[in-house]
């Protein structure tokens, strides 16, 4: 969706770029019925200014903005009814049970939603590519990321790829430093700034491996320092802030990434999930019969 994708740029545009893109958040509507050059004059810029805070989102053109902002009111105007009954991410003291459950799914599906429809296709068919091709694939993260990391390892250990999540920095950095052009690297990093996940990516790159950036922030260095970033979008609410807030959009991610490399890989794929699904039913424990 356009407007969430404003949202999540608006921290780091200019002074006069935010002016248009907080404008244009407070009244969609009122943006669809005008030109760039009266955009400009209501923002208290310029019709040059709107035209760079189009090509900032990464849109053609002015019009395209307005396309983009009418399908979202259209789809929004479809779902009115489930809309009327929205929650907002807050959750107070006194809320009862029901309204926590519900405050929290909401919060959830719209990040699953957003990320969904804003996922850059080429970008997944790229890193797919990438990780398909690999002889060998590291995955970095540290806190929260990194239990992302250990789950996509999880994920690409039971398709068949050689692949590892290193969680701290220095064991990160020895391995990125044995990698070669025939590696990949998934590097996962809510913030996109954290220095333990782009120290060892940034030597992977400098070893000619394939790079991966799964990240909530396109323009941070980790994302920067990748051939290719997939963006997530938050589900925060009161007691979910960070990493918590964004783990489900995440994992999304992660699972369309997985899903296309056993595709690409599909015989070792097929193969590996024969050769292990019997595993977990062996170690289950078997009621008693009374």
């Known amino acids: 969706m356009i407007t969430a994708l404003i949202r999540s740029e608006l921290p780091r545009m200019s002074g006069s770029l935010r002016k248009v893109g907080e ?6 509507a009122a943006v669809t019925r005008g030109s760039a050059a009266e955009l400009g004059r209501r923002t208290g810029t310029s019709q040059a200014t709107v035209t760079r805070f189009c090509h900032g989102l990464g849109l053609e053109s002015y019009q395209q903005l307005l396309i983009e902002l009418a399908q979202e009111q259209g789809r929004a105007a479809a779902g009115a009814a489930e ?30 939603r957003q990320t969904a429809e804003l996922l850059d296709r080429q970008a997944l068919e790229r890193a797919a590519q990438a990780l398909a091709g690999a002889r060998r694939i590291d995955v970095y993260g ?37 990698l070669t052009p025939s590696d990949a690297v998934v590097a996962v990093s809510r913030s996109g700034a ?38 997530s979008y938050s589900g925060e609410t009161s007691f979910r802030h960070g990493d918590f807030g ?40 078997r009621p008693r019969r009374r």
């Open 246 to 285: 964004t783990r489900h959009s995440v994992l999304l991610l992660v699972d369309c990434l997985y899903a296309r490399v056993a595709q690409l890989t599909y015989e070792r794929a097929t193969a590996s999930i024969a050769l292990t699904s019997h595993i977990a039913g062996t170690h289950a424990v």
């Open 23 to 28: 404008v244009v958040l407070a009244d969609p």
């Open 83 to 112: 809309a009327a009954g929205a929650l907002g991410p807050r959750i107070g003291p006194g809320d009862d049970l029901e309204r926590v459950i519900a405050v929290i799914a909401e919060a959830d599906l719209r990040a699953l």
């Open 142 to 178: 540290v806190g929260g990321s990194g239990v992302i990391a250990q789950e996509t390892q999880a994920r690409l250990f039971g398709i068949g790829c050689a692949v590892h999540a290193w969680t701290e920095v220095h064991a990160a950095e020895t391995s990125a430093a044995l």
């Open 194 to 231: 954290t220095r333990e996940v782009l120290a060892p990516l940034r030597l992977a790159a400098e070893r000619g491996a394939a790079t991966v950036a799964v990240t909530g922030d396109p323009r941070s260095p980790v994302a920067q320092a990748a051939d290719v970033a997939l963006t």
